[in-house]
């Protein structure tokens, strides 16, 4: 599929049926797979044949859809996760160990802060945070000789960050490591990453890729760039023996565009198995056909609020990287000129109590810790997805108490606005 355009892409790729065979994607709903001889499953088990024996490594309609996926952000190898937080975690502990080290911008969503500045550093593995908008001088200051690896988000939840991924990729390259891009806000549809030099990318599938709230789910996306050997003293596990499968070099076996994948799912998903079910494999594969049609009109309806929000009195600020005069404007210009997202982060001249009156009154927007949904809903991040962030932390992730994300679905735009306006009349 990779000479057909995007949209062809996300209706067919990652399956093509044979004569007489299932149109849809098959739900492969079950946990193992026989096998006639036990020398059959243990070349599986030894990695050298290709298939399936559990599910709880992989499953053949995950396959199908990470497939789709990886088409569509233009990788080598891709494979699902039961949600975008493993996908994260997977992505940096794949070749970050305990005394590693990783650089990641500070705006990244709440959740994966969390996850790396608590939990990862109870396991060992070391964080600096920078801002997204830093120099390359002070980018490159933050490396150390023990890094691994470098992690952004082309579009920040819900601090709507636009990342500069050629300056981070090249600071990435010079220090000898990967460049990982959550692009689950842009999605494929309006960012490739790959384009500017990143050479790992993550998604919560959870989020536009499904796009009805159906199915939580991760992927990652290995663009098979990166030389592993070309750093191999850096990357043991990929570049030495896997005890544990016999003696394989993942590097050397699998080559540059299937050791990253390979590795992760052999070893990490093997050990923790937080495998993507199959039915909401196929719930995402459903959300995937539409994702090129959706795309469009979330940006459009996200313009559309933020022009409003932009010149009403009660509100103090409005960002929206898509809108003129955003300080990420000209990035979006560069990086996504299609668009960028349905996401508009807001807050009131009246503070925090404004931003909680006029939650309590919207109609059609719903309050819920979900986003970049086909419906509209809304939440108050400092009381919720950051809520374990002091007001230093939440400064530097780019959050005020007052702020507002407001997610834009499909609906019609007029009565988003409506529904915005008549709130407001509350505050």
Sequence with gaps: MSDYKMSTKCVQGGYTPGNGEPRQIPIIQSTTFKYTTSEDMGKLFDLEASGYFYTRLQNPTNDMVAAKICDMEGGAAAMLTSSGQAANFYAIFNIANCGDHVVASSTIYGGTYNLFHVTMRKMGIDFTFVSPDCSEEELNAAFKPNTKAVFGETIANPALTVLDIEKFARAAHAHGVPLIVDNTFATPVNCRPFEWGCDIVTHSTTKYMDGHGAGVGGCIVDSG?????????????????????????????????????????????????????????????????????????????????????KSHPKISFVTYPGLEGDQYYELTRKYMPNGTCGVVSFGFKGGRSAAETFMKHLRLAAIETHVADARTCTLHPASATHRQMNDEELTAAGITPDLVRFSCGIEDAADLIADIEQALAQV
């Design 225 to 309: 760039n990166f030389d592993w050997m070309a750093h191999k003293e850096k990357f043991p596990g990929l570049c030495t023996p896997d005890d544990s499968y016999h003696g394989i070099t993942y590097a050397e076996k699998f080559g540059q565009g299937g050791a990253f994948i390979t590795k992760c799912t052999a070893q990490l998903m093997r050990d923790f198995g937080s495998i993507q079910s199959p039915q909401n494999a196929f719930l995402l594969n459903l959300g995937l056909e539409s994702l090129h049609v959706r795309m469009p009109r979330h940006c459009e309806n996200a313009l559309a609020v933020a022009k409003y929000l």
